[in-house]
Nanobody
Framework: QVQLVESGGGLVQAGDSLRLSCAASGRAFTSYAMHWFRQAPGEEREFVAGIYWSSGATIYADSVKGRFAISRDNAKNTVYLQMNSLKLEDTAVYYC????????????????WGQGTQVTVSS
């Protein structure tokens, strides 16, 4: 059974940095892509970043490009999201997710989700 467990969220000020972690277990992930999504109150869940586990190739939403970086540690089966220069609009619950095949910007394409971790950016 696939399990994804996020950690690292918290309350920070605008301009600060934060690193989220997603510990994955339950299958071999090397053939799949890992994702970070986020959901703010009253908003739809949106794609943030994706990474191909085997190659390390990455894809980002325009809203976070240049500020966020997704990476993975194969030995630890863990995916990270380094968030720099945080803005008020980055406030959301952040979710780790995976599915079959390529990186997808559509939440409906992904089968497995973590429980989420809250990131709150204050002024």
């Amino acid at each position: 059974q696939v399990q994804l467990v996020e950690s690292g969220g918290g309350l920070v000020q605008a301009g600060d940095s934060l690193r989220l972690s997603c510990a994955a277990s339950g299958r071999a992930f090397t053939s799949y892509a890992m994702h970070w999504f986020r959901q703010a109150p009253g908003e739809e869940r949106e794609f943030v970043a994706g990474i191909y586990w085997s190659s390390g190739a990455t894809i980002y939403a325009d809203s976070v490009k240049g500020r966020f970086a997704i990476s993975r540690d194969n030995a630890k089966n863990t995916v990270y999201l380094q968030m720099n220069s945080l803005k008020l609009e980055d406030t959301a619950v952040y979710y780790c997710a995976t599915g079959e095949g390529a990186v997808s910007r559509k939440p409906s394409a992904l089968y497995y989700w973590g429980q989420g971790t809250q990131v709150t950016v204050s002024s």
